[in-house]
């Protein structure tokens, strides 16, 4: 397992995309998926940035693993900052025109629907957001 601390800030999005970026070239990511694993990223990252220690910044850890068949990669996202369960929301009617629909929750529910599994626990004053997704199909 590979981890990175850095600050949560919106600006430290394209240090997490890279160092993620660098274990999906090594496990041979195709173009499409990798797409996805970075959008769910700059989704969850931003989150972080913007929410958990609002209006302080504290640090984030992200860590990168290999399924032991490397065929999928988990990427954890832990902070210490207000304990929050993005996967309580209800998912946002999508059917409905964005004039009608409630802000927020979006980003959340791309996550959710293009990742093959979204995990979240509250442990030790953390937390621990996991997203796990196939790479090589």
Known sequence: MKEITLEAKIENVDKVIEFVNEELDALGCQSKTKIEINVAIDEIFANIAN???????????VQVDASDDKKSIIITFIDEGVPFDPLIKKDPNVSLSVEERD??????????????????EYKENQNILKITKRINI
């Open 103 to 120: 802000i927020g929750g979006l980003g959340i529910f791309i996550v959710k629907k293009t990742m093959d599994k979204v995990e979240y």
């Open 51 to 61: 929410y958990a220690y609002n209006p302080n910044i504290g640090k984030a850890t």
